[in-house]
């Protein structure tokens, strides 16, 4: 059962432009989200994160989102650099037992 | 934050052998996450590894299969049995520091070949 879902395997975007990766889950009991990024060869890094109390986080050129009603959070870049290009992935937790993640979503940015 | 060394980084390995891939931490942590990546697909959680008692496996997992160890606080093995070349993936350990701030940390995965 696939409970959180990156629904776009790939994205690609010109340098400068702003990069929206997008991300749903099914789980109401979610109430903590993350987004991780990942380089070849390497293990998931975390990028930023949001609590179900609010509706934006904000982090130098990282924004994320969060629609509880939709059960949708999407990530913004902006402006995206070519250093930004690596696999996106959307994490949910409910309470402290354990994470889900979504499929990622391959970000693209072309110089 | 905690950092996980994990090894090996990569191997390849002939059907029906086992690899024992392994994690150490460097701070003690109650509960240890083992997860797979296959091509295309999403991280998907194997098991939960909490130290002095059995992993809890999720559906799809079985111990047979994939039998974890955790001797300590620390220390964690996860190991991939007769594998198949359906077992080639991306093996992840992680932990989570759970509170406000709650956010996961991974090792640097090891990925797998079965030829």
């Known amino acids: 059962d696939q409970q959180v879902k990156q629904n776009s395997p790939s994205l690609s975007v010109q340098e400068g432009r702003i990069s929206i990766l997008n991300c749903d889950y099914t789980n109401s009991m979610f109430d903590y989200f993350l987004w991780y990024k990942k380089y070849p060869a390497e293990g998931p890094t975390f990028l930023i994160s949001i609590s179900s109390i609010k509706d934006k986080n904000e982090d130098g050129r990282f924004t994320v989102f969060l629609n509880k009603s939709a059960k949708h959070l999407s990530l913004h870049i902006v402006p995206s650099q070519p250093g930004d290009s690596a696999v996106y992935f959307c994490a949910a937790s409910a309470g402290n037992n354990d994470m889900r993640f979504g499929a990622g979503t391959r970000l693209t940015v072309k110089p | 934050s905690a950092v996980i060394s994990q090894k090996p980084s990569r191997d390849i390995c002939q059907r029906g052998t086992s690899l024992t891939i392994q994690c150490q931490v460097d701070?003690?942590?109650?509960?240890m996450f083992w997860y797979r990546q296959q091509p295309g697909q999403s991280l998907t959680l194997i098991a939960t590894?909490?130290?002095?008692?059995?992993?809890?496996?999720e559906s799809g997992f079985v111990i047979d299969k994939f039998p974890i160890s955790r001797p300590n606080l620390t220390f964690s093995t996860l190991t991939v049995s007769n594998m198949s070349p359906e077992d080639s993936s991306i093996y992840l350990c992680?932990?989570?520091?759970?509170?406000?701030?709650?956010?996961?940390?991974f090792g640097q995965g090891t990925r797998l070949t079965v030829v």
């Open positions: 590894a909490n130290q002095g008692s059995e992993a809890t496996y």
């Open positions: 701070s003690q942590v109650t509960m």
């Open positions: 992680s932990v989570v520091s759970w509170g406000k701030n709650t956010e996961a940390f």
